[in-house]
């Protein structure tokens, strides 16, 4: 009675090891998936940024000035 007793506590103890061991594996995915997400916003906030100064010609204008510029140097 006593062996099935200290059996039966042994594998509970090893369950609730091996669900500890399953858990924090876990959270260390949760983080590391959390680290991409916030890579890949701050990467979006970037490229919406430049998406939106590229709408707007403000990157363009400054593009354009700089060619025009080199047309002119290269007519005279």
Do not use: C, P, T, W
């Amino acid at each position: 009675m006593m062996r099935r007793s200290k059996n039966e506590e042994r594998g509970a103890y090893e369950l609730k090891r091996k669900h500890q061991l399953e858990s924090d594996e876990m959270k260390s995915k949760m983080d590391e998936m959390n680290e991409e997400l916030d890579y890949f916003k701050s990467k979006i906030d970037k490229l919406e940024v430049e998406n939106k100064q590229l709408r707007q010609g403000k990157g363009d204008n400054k593009k354009m000035k700089e060619l025009e510029n080199e047309v002119e140097f290269l007519k005279a």
